[in-house]
């Protein structure tokens, strides 16, 4: 029996008509092994992954492959982004025997939970050195049958293996001006100057290491780390990795050149970038920053949003191919109906010349780099902005590109995995929220709101115990884990910073002492889940940047920010003691702890402490100097702005208006600048 039709997970949905009898990761699951004496198939994926869907087709949608492991098997599915302390223990796993790893992850467990056998996709037949799932299936059930005693022994040296891979020194103290400028001078040594962007193919979005180098050029004045993140925004926003119709980014690109995506579009990587352009923006008054930071926060909340207010996960990779006059998107004669890789986004001449004739056809082409030769599969391309020496056109550009996206629209759509997770909401709702104040943009503003409103009714219990996800307003069983504490907490920071509510600042508390209390270990680190969340095999630790900024880093970001805010001493010496990891690892392997990097920037200036009273919040002359606050470059800094005398935030007891007028009050390191009521001197003042 399929146990996965009740469940609130769309990638779990998916295999629910599976012929096999798949079980959601529970304590009875593994019950029900023990009870049979038989092995347990932990498969893990997400919703928009194309090889998760690939292998479904080929070997869970299979009645042979399903009655085989219905028979031999106890059948677990899991979804990495509801369980990501479960992809995490398990991951380790794998990369630790196999040297790699990635989605569908494969793993076989004792009925005690304990992993002996691992994988990543397995096709269905031997392809290139690779053996067949049935011929895996075989394996494993002939090893627990005849091999019992050394499967656990071996299951029990990786159990043991794994415990002693915590972190051995954290750090003692958090990273000072040595090791930042080692780790600027690492990233110097490994960025693709011809390119952008850092290491080889497949090539990632390095989001929280642009946040650092913008921190540190706005810290130090280093036109190299400028430069660094400059090139590589314009790269990846001149690529096909950003969608040049309809705003957003993809995954990543799969060549060195940011031309090919991987072509699903992730939350969380949006939600990055879109504050990354901002603050590009900010620091730079680039126009094409502007327009990108613009058209993903458009992006996300046109394609996202979902009804209640919060932001879907993502959108796949494939989706069906819509049949032509003469040809499909992708080349293929009389594929209609077939979901295929990148089927939505890309274009031939011949289908830009049904849509816009054969002159703008032309142009187009020129324009966005389609080829007859395709820069994808069969002919196809994907949409780029080439450098090129001639002037267009703006109007006729924009006529096209309207009549392109319009045209596009009508294609079968990707799918959308509609399941809110908590972390990811709170990286959304910072970029919008930020990017909405800093383009005039209240609309952007609202749609943070009512995300976070979402978050606070939906997922926050009466404990302040956050839930890791939702789908259509319906709580998922889920715990969240550091990420999410953390990842909402600078959310619900940014928002209390944009509109000067302190229930933001308030609800930020809840969730960060919560953080104290529960996550965090004696020498100052922070572990993946709560002491009180369910035990599994190694309680998951891990300091380092992953797609998105790392628990640890995100929660050393909020903690420093809150203490900043409430003058908190416990909040801020907890951020110090995170942040002792960055000091240590930082200077080896900066790529991969960007965000830690980044608050240790703001930890470096201060961080600078803003105040803003005025006589009303509407009041012209406190507006401008609130929004020379937000626009401020100083790394890290916290603005909190109000009517003078109201209290709702800490940051403004005791700042009156100066000579009847709104003042804007700076402090940094425990000392206070005079009040200033000029909004030049303070844009002086926080320039970085």
Not at 19 to 43: H, K, Q, T
Not at 440 to 448: C, E, G, H, I, S
Not at 606 to 629: C, S
Request: with cysteine; hydrophobic share 40%.
């Amino acid at each position: 029996m399929n146990r996965l039709a009740h469940e609130t997970s769309p990638y779990l949905l998916q295999h629910a008509d599976n012929p096999v009898d798949w079980w959601p990761w529970s304590a009875e699951a593994f019950a029900e092994a023990r009870s049979r004496n038989v092995p347990v198939l932990l498969s893990v994926g997400y919703s928009s992954c194309h090889w998760c869907h690939v292998m479904a087709h080929e070997s869970f949608e299979d009645a042979g492959t399903a009655a085989y492991l219905n028979e031999h098997f106890v059948s677990v599915k899991v979804d990495r982004e509801e369980r990501p302390d479960v992809d995490a223990v398990y991951m380790e796993a794998v990369q630790a025997a196999t040297g790699q790893g990635g989605w569908p992850m494969t793993v076989f467990l004792t009925p005690d939970a304990e992993p002996f056998y691992f994988g990543t996709y397995f096709p269905p037949a031997p392809h290139r050195g690779m053996p067949s799932f049935p011929q895996v299936l075989e394996g494993v059930r002939r090893a627990w049958a005849e091999r019992r005693d050394e499967v656990t022994e071996v299951a029990g040296k990786i159990v043991r293996d794994l415990a002693g891979r915590e972190l051995a020194d954290s750090g003692t103290r958090p990273p000072g001006e040595e090791e930042l400028a080692q780790a600027l001078l690492g990233l110097t040594r490994e960025y693709d100057a011809q390119r952008g962007g850092f290491g080889g193919a497949p090539k990632f979005p390095p989001s929280m290491v642009l946040e650092f180098l913008l921190r540190h050029y706005a810290r130090t004045g280093s036109e190299g780390a400028l430069q660094m993140a400059q090139d590589t925004c314009e790269r990846m926003a001149r690529g096909g990795v950003y969608d040049q119709l309809g705003g957003g980014f993809a995954r990543y690109s799969v060549d060195r050149d940011w031309v090919v995506p991987h072509f699903e579009k992730m939350l969380y990587d949006n939600a990055l970038l879109c504050r990354v352009y901002a603050h590009l923006w900010r620091a730079t008054g680039s126009d094409l920053a502007r327009r990108v930071a613009l058209e993903t926060a458009d992006f996300m909340v046109r394609e996202l949003r979902t009804n209640e207010g919060g932001f879907a996960s993502a959108l796949d990779a494939d989706s069906e191919e819509e049949a032509s006059r003469e040809e499909a998107p992708g080349g293929r004669q009389g594929a209609a109906g077939h979901p295929v890789e990148g089927a939505y986004y890309v274009w031939t001449p011949r289908r830009l010349a049904e849509v816009l004739g054969d002159q703008d056809a032309e142009l187009a082409a020129h324009y966005y780099g389609v080829t007859e030769e395709g820069t994808f599969e069969h002919g196809s391309s994907v949409l780029q902005l080439p450098q090129h020496e001639r002037v267009f056109d703006a109007e006729k550009i924009e006529s096209i590109r309207r009549r392109l996206f319009e045209a596009r629209a009508l294609r079968p759509a990707p799918g959308r995995d509609d399941k809110v997770v908590a972390a990811w909401n709170g990286l959304a709702i910072a970029a919008l929220a930020e990017t909405g104040a800093y383009f005039d943009r209240p609309d952007l503003v609202d749609a943070a709101i009512a995300a976070a409103d979402l978050v606070v009714r939906v997922h926050l219990d009466e404990h302040a115990r956050l839930a890791r996800t939702s789908k259509d307003g319906r709580v998922g069983a889920n715990a969240g884990v550091l990420e999410d504490y953390a990842d909402v907490s600078e959310g619900f920071l940014a928002l209390a910073s944009v509109t000067g509510e302190g229930v933001w600042l308030e609800f930020a508390g809840l969730l960060l002492d919560h953080v104290l209390a529960q996550f965090t270990d004696d020498s100052g680190g922070l572990y993946d889940t709560a002491a009180d969340a369910e035990q599994l095999i190694r309680r998951p630790q891990d300091p380092t940047d992953n797609a998105t900024p790392s628990g640890w880093s995100a929660a050393a970001g909020a903690l420093l920010s809150y203490a900043a805010q409430t003058g908190s001493a416990a909040h801020r010496t907890a951020a110090e003691r995170a942040l002792g990891v960055v000091g240590t690892v930082g200077p080896r392997v900066p790529r991969f702890i960007g965000w830690g990097l980044a608050v240790a920037e703001a930890l470096l200036d201060g961080p600078r402490e803003v105040a803003i009273v005025g006589p009303a919040m509407d009041d012209p002359a406190t507006k401008a100097l609130h929004r020379t606050a937000l626009l401020g470059t100083a790394p890290g800094a916290v603005v909190a702005v109000g009517v003078a005398g109201d209290g709702e935030l800490p940051l403004l007891a005791d700042r009156p208006l100066v000579d009847g007028r709104p003042a804007a009050y700076v402090c940094r390191h425990f000392t206070c600048d005079a009040p200033t009521t000029d909004p030049e001197q303070l844009r002086r003042v926080l320039s970085g």
